[in-house]
């Protein structure tokens, strides 16, 4: 957000585009689509914004962020959001995605947190998240560590409040006086990268910040701090930027030369964007975060690999914010702003992932109740102790995407959907995870002979909303979280 803001922002200015066009890095992504022409989305599009932790990629090296040549030379995305812009309303939203979410199409051969799609490159994370979330992508932006440092830079530094002492031996946080305190870009790339943080709380008197506490949910933590900077950086930029000459060269020739977009994000693009949000104001955009169930149980192990923290998705939570962040109704197709399709059109077949006994046959009987037609069960291999129900479909077309999403959103509990293959030439192949329910069919349905119960996973199903710690899953966590007493913030006025 802060490279596309900026960028689009000064491309308004005539005398800057010339400029523009020729300093970014255009790359080619594959899997964007057209902005939609018709439909609840029509004039709509999603820029996906990534924070890239590839060192390598650096033209100047900085000890500061880890060195290529020390052997850190991961290429993960360390902040994965997306924009949204809707030119008829003059809005625009900001959707999180958690970087430890596991998701089956994270890499071109299978599962993996999302944040590792981009060790594949950008079409990769692109495809992840339309085949598993079902949000299409119209442009990629992704910033590595001196971009974003020279913006903050190229304004002059920014404030924030410290209300506590905090400290991340990770990103090299050490702010030990609380205050309002200026950082430059290095300093204000540790505050949104922190997400090994300790603080000192009132009562806690050793001066050694290791004997300080963690904080919980250090990725969402982070996440809830970067939303914070972008509302202090936003701030900075209406202040200090865009109507002076001198910082918008400073920002022009601090960003342009290290920024990435996709091919089709022309300059007459940004331009246009400008037309149609000139006066918006940042700050007022919504800023949500994809609702996730954190794990509990230390590393997850998928298919005998071990994949560390990572989060599951929560159907239900996932919907409503998506539908939020879109400005759609529940009924509607993501893809394409149009209505899901009725069950009775949809062919479903059901696989049994998880091992529990008749668990694929109770589905199909769960689903076939709800008026889809169910053309076979059958068993799949588990994939682990926990699992994700998985609602398969094996064509990328709007058809076949929006039967997956209508039956996706019939259930409830960790299910995603995912490009892969189907089986008994069935639109949508279901392979039933540990933790979800299939709705119960309106009051005024007959159930279907053997139907009668719509829990079809064991009885840990009842774990998607507990938080105990018996259970593998802590409870969904809220699209908005409020600051932490030890969260950095704007500066008191």
Request: aromatic fraction near 6%; hydrophobic fraction near 40%; glycine fraction near 8%.
């Amino acid at each position: 957000m802060v490279g596309v803001l900026v960028v689009v922002a000064v491309a308004g200015t005539a005398g800057y585009a010339w400029y523009l066009n020729g300093e970014i890095h255009r790359l080619d992504v594959k899997g964007l689509v057209d902005v939609p022409s018709a439909g609840a989305d029509a004039g709509t599009e999603n820029i996906l914004l990534v924070g890239s932790t590839d060192r390598c990629a650096l033209t100047v090296q900085n000890a500061a962020y880890g060195l290529c040549s020390d052997g850190v030379n991961g290429v993960n995305s360390d902040v994965v959001m997306i924009l949204h812009l809707d030119p008829s309303k003059r809005s625009m939203s900001i959707l999180s995605i958690p970087r430890d979410l596991f998701v089956p199409n994270a890499r071109a051969d299978g599962a993996n947190k999302i944040d590792a799609a981009l060790y594949e490159g950008p079409s990769q994370l692109v495809s992840a998240i339309n085949e598993n979330l079902g949000i299409p992508i119209q442009h990629y932006v992704v910033l590595n560590f001196d971009t974003f440092a020279n913006v903050v830079n190229a304004l002059g530094g920014v404030k924030m409040y410290f209300p506590e002492p905090v400290f991340d031996a990770y990103s090299g946080l050490q702010v030990f006086t609380p205050g309002c305190i200026s950082l430059d870009g290095v300093h204000a790339l540790q505050v949104v990268r922190a997400r090994h943080l300790q603080y000192k709380p009132p009562g806690v008197s050793t001066s050694d910040p290791n004997y300080w506490p963690f904080e919980n949910q250090s990725d969402l933590a982070r996440i809830r701090r970067d939303h914070e900077f972008l509302r202090v950086l936003g701030t900075a930029v209406s202040k200090n930027g865009l109507s002076n000459p001198i910082t918008d060269g400073q920002l022009i020739s601090s960003v342009a030369p290290q920024l990435e977009v996709d091919k089709r994000f022309s300059t007459s693009d940004m331009v246009n964007m400008v037309l149609d949000f000139h006066g918006v104001d940042p700050n007022s955009a919504p800023q949500l975060t994809l609702p996730v169930q954190v794990d509990q149980f230390g590393s997850y192990v998928y298919k005998g690999g071990s994949y560390g923290d990572i989060e599951f998705p929560s159907n239900v939570q996932d919907d409503q914010v998506i539908q939020k962040f879109l400005g759609i109704g529940p009924d509607t197709d993501t893809e394409t702003g149009l209505t899901l399709p009725a069950p009775s059109s949809v062919t479903v077949s059901v696989l049994n992932g998880s091992g529990v006994t008749d668990q694929a046959a109770d589905t199909g009987d769960a689903l076939t109740a709800l008026g889809y037609h169910v053309v076979g069960v059958g068993d799949s291999t588990p994939v682990g102790t926990e699992a994700e129900t998985v609602v398969y479909f094996a064509n990328r077309t709007a058809v076949d995407q929006a039967a997956a999403q209508a039956v996706a959103k019939s259930m409830s509990g960790s299910v995603i959907t995912a490009l892969g293959p189907t089986t008994d030439g069935a639109q949508v192949t279901v392979v039933t995870g540990t933790q979800f329910t299939v709705d119960s069919p309106p009051a005024t349905a007959t159930p279907a002979t053997g139907a009668t119960t719509t829990t079809t996973a064991s009885a840990s199903t009842t774990s998607t909303t507990s938080s105990s710690s018996d259970t593998p899953f802590q409870a969904p966590t809220p699209a908005v979280t409020p600051l932490q007493p030890w969260d950095p913030r704007a500066c008191p006025a």
